[in-house]
């Protein structure tokens, strides 16, 4: 059953009202959703231990502030928590995206202090972002987490012990808050992001990936943003979705076709000729024909 608290403020769905706390916005992916969320009218509470943020913050005016904290610090969480409500009076979402990911070494070589700050920075301050924001999004009744996770968190890549465990983590992390406060009106979702960058792919990257390239920030800011907006998300919660280009749907003993079978510079008779003969192609009456005998859906 719902718990809709007294006086809860539910009744605005529209994004020129709603507030997202975005972490580790300073660039990169954080910064390219603060950017797109304020374009679309939301107002974004922008954080990162590099001051830079302040800069992205001021560089989209009215919508948006900035705060340098390290997430590592549960006061500073805390205390960026409650700046950031204060300074609209309400908060409606929360991306999880700041990490650290500076692993050079195996789990035996791996230093203690480099696993600490790994694990703090992506699994941690997750918590402790629900930890503070989580009740003021119970008591308006309606709140959306979005974790960035990783494809890291489905599979081993080597050097990356703490970071590929706590991406998992947070996957789980993630399906706590939707068992425990779905019934408050908060959603929580993963989003999987594959090899995300801003700059050329080289051709050996792109090789892996099935759709023909890599992925760039604006490829999870869109993501991010549809699992914000209860109007297009709202019975989505506890997805773990890939932004991947395909990466995860094959087995890692194959190899994406390459060069790709069809390309786009293939004469019209060699497309032809590799594809299945047009009477196998059932047209439009066919499938009509065909969803008539099909009552087991
Ligand atoms: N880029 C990719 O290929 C890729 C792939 C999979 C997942 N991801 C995930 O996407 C998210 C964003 O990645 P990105 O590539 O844009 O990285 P990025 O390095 O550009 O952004 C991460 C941000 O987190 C901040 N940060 C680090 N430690 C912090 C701390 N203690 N307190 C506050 N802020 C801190 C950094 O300063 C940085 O601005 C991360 O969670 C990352 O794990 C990225």
């Given at each position: 059953m719902r718990v809709t608290?007294?006086?809860?403020?539910?009744?605005?769905?529209?994004?020129?009202?709603?507030?997202?706390?975005?972490?580790?916005?300073?660039?990169?992916?954080?910064?390219?959703?603060?950017?797109?969320?304020?374009?679309h009218g939301y107002r974004v509470a922008l954080t990162d231990i590099d001051p830079r943020v302040l800069t992205v913050a001021q560089s989209l005016g009215d919508g948006a502030r900035g705060w340098v904290a390290d997430l590592v610090d549960p006061e500073a969480v805390a205390g960026l928590v409650k700046a950031a409500h204060a300074?609209?009076?309400?908060?409606?979402?929360i991306v999880?995206?700041?990490a650290f990911q500076r692993e050079r070494a195996d789990v035996v070589a791996e230093p203690i202090a480099v696993w600490e700050r790994v694990i703090n920075v992506c699994l941690r301050a997750p918590?402790?972002?629900?930890?503070?924001?989580?009740?003021?999004?119970?008591?308006?009744?309606?709140?959306?987490?979005?974790?960035?996770?990783?494809i890291h968190a489905l599979r081993?890549?080597?050097?990356?012990?703490a970071y590929d465990t706590a991406k998992a983590g947070l996957n789980g992390f993630t399906r706590q808050i939707v068992l425990e406060y779905g019934a408050y009106g908060i959603r929580a979702n993963s989003v999987l992001p594959g090899l995300i960058i801003e700059s050329e792919a080289s051709p050996e990257q792109i090789a892996h990936y099935p759709v023909g390239r890599v992925g760039r920030p604006?490829?999870?800011?869109?993501?991010?943003?549809?699992?914000?907006?209860?109007?297009?998300?709202?019975?989505?919660s506890g997805a773990e979705i890939s932004v991947d280009g395909g990466l995860m749907a094959y087995s890692p003993e194959v190899r994406p076709p390459q060069p790709p079978l069809h390309p786009a510079t293939s004469s019209a008779s060699s497309l032809e000729a590799s594809l299945p003969p047009s009477q196998d192609i059932p047209g439009p009456g066919d499938q009509r024909a065909a969803a008539d005998d099909d009552s087991a859906h």
């Amino acid at each position: 059953m719902r718990v809709t608290p007294p006086g809860a403020d539910t009744a605005s769905s529209s994004t020129s009202s709603k507030v997202v706390l975005i972490t580790g916005a300073a660039h990169g992916i954080g910064e390219c959703t603060a950017r797109r969320l304020c374009s679309h009218g939301y107002r974004v509470a922008l954080t990162d231990i590099d001051p830079r943020v302040l800069t992205v913050a001021q560089s989209l005016g009215d919508g948006a502030r900035g705060w340098v904290a390290d997430l590592v610090d549960p006061e500073a969480v805390a205390g960026l928590v409650k700046a950031a409500h204060a300074a609209w009076g309400r908060l409606d979402g929360i991306v999880n995206n700041a990490a650290f990911q500076r692993e050079r070494a195996d789990v035996v070589a791996e230093p203690i202090a480099v696993w600490e700050r790994v694990i703090n920075v992506c699994l941690r301050a997750p918590f402790l972002m629900a930890k503070y924001g989580v009740p003021l999004m119970m008591r308006q009744g309606a709140g959306a987490i979005v974790n960035v996770s990783s494809i890291h968190a489905l599979r081993a890549y080597p050097h990356s012990p703490a970071y590929d465990t706590a991406k998992a983590g947070l996957n789980g992390f993630t399906r706590q808050i939707v068992l425990e406060y779905g019934a408050y009106g908060i959603r929580a979702n993963s989003v999987l992001p594959g090899l995300i960058i801003e700059s050329e792919a080289s051709p050996e990257q792109i090789a892996h990936y099935p759709v023909g390239r890599v992925g760039r920030p604006e490829d999870v800011a869109s993501v991010i943003e549809f699992l914000l907006d209860d109007a297009l998300s709202g019975f989505i919660s506890g997805a773990e979705i890939s932004v991947d280009g395909g990466l995860m749907a094959y087995s890692p003993e194959v190899r994406p076709p390459q060069p790709p079978l069809h390309p786009a510079t293939s004469s019209a008779s060699s497309l032809e000729a590799s594809l299945p003969p047009s009477q196998d192609i059932p047209g439009p009456g066919d499938q009509r024909a065909a969803a008539d005998d099909d009552s087991a859906h």
